[in-house]
């Protein structure tokens, strides 16, 4: 997990070029609304604060504009799909590759932080596009406050994000057909010092979108690609092997960010002997 860059820019002006590509009825209704629409991204971008987002309130749109504005997002234009390309290129390469979310797949798509469907006039405000996968979009759905207020999601845009590794591995090896194999969980950490309103988003993040679970079923591919890494080094020794894997995983940290799950399971794998001896050359 990692911090995503906005983009450079005024939102209401990517507003107001999508709304210009659209003809007819729809291009009047939307440029009359203009000045509404105005006012709520006005409200959007003063609260645009870990502790004042979540006071955000939907306001009541008539079906027929909130078909409009949600046509805004969910038509094909260019404006929006150069919009788009803004986005996920503003980010940092090797972070930009994967969904703001989980880390595990691609972003192929971009979630709503506020849901579309309850704040339709921020369907093409770019404060509130997160380039994600289809499984953690399918996962957060509408949802994004708890009962009492408090937010479900980590906004990538805005919350500080600890400084400390968040997730701790554990491997148990197995003795399969003469080799071990690791079974693999994942548990939630919190890191000393890290305040508990904080910490309490990152978890109920965990929970909705199933990420200890998930990052356990990818864990072995994780695995073997480690293993290939460390078998194309040919060690003859623990030793040597340890130390060619501590540059690797440096490196790796550097693309992917100290917080990233893979990051947490070669730190766990490379401290590991049982692994290291594995890896040898016979
Ligand atoms: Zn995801």
């Not at 094909?76 to 930009?96: C, H, P, Y």
């Not at 380039?131 to 408090?150: D, I, Q, Y």
């Not at 968040?166 to 010092?193: M, R, T």
């Amino acid at each position: 997990m990692h911090n995503l860059r906005r983009i450079d820019g005024v939102p209401s002006e990517y507003l107001a070029n999508i709304i210009g590509g659209k003809n007819g009825d729809r291009g009047m209704r939307l440029t009359r609304m203009a000045p509404e629409l105005s006012a709520r991204y006005a409200v959007l971008e003063a609260r645009y604060t870990p502790g004042g987002i979540s006071g955000v309130l939907a306001q009541k749109w008539t079906q027929v504009q909130k078909d409009d504005l949600l046509h805004c997002y969910e038509s094909t234009a260019k404006a929006l799909e150069d919009l788009k390309i803004l986005i996920t290129q503003r980010q940092l390469e090797g972070v930009r590759d994967f969904c703001a979310y989980c880390g595990i797949g691609a972003p192929k798509q971009f979630d709503h932080y506020l849901p579309k469907a309850k704040f339709p006039e921020f369907s093409v405000h770019f404060y509130n596009l997160v380039p994600c996968c289809g499984s953690c979009n399918g996962l957060k759905g509408e949802a994004w406050l708890k009962a009492n207020g408090t937010r479900i999601f980590i906004n990538f845009y805005i919350d500080s994000l600890p400084t400390a590794p968040i997730l701790e591995p554990d491997i148990q090896w197995l003795l399969k057909g003469g080799k071990h194999v690791p079974v693999v969980s994942f548990d939630l950490v919190q890191p000393i010092g890290f305040g508990a309103v904080e910490f309490a988003i990152i978890k109920s993040h965990f929970e909705k979108l199933e990420l200890l679970a998930r990052y356990k079923d990818q864990a072995h591919t994780e695995f073997l690609a480690l293993r290939d890494a460390a078998l194309a080094r040919e060690a003859k020794t623990v030793i040597t092997l340890r130390k060619f894997l501590t540059k690797y995983l440096q490196r790796r940290k550097e693309t992917l960010g100290p917080l990233n799950w893979r990051i947490a399971l070669y730190s766990k794998l490379v401290e590991s002997t049982p692994f290291l001896r594995g890896c040898l050359r016979p």
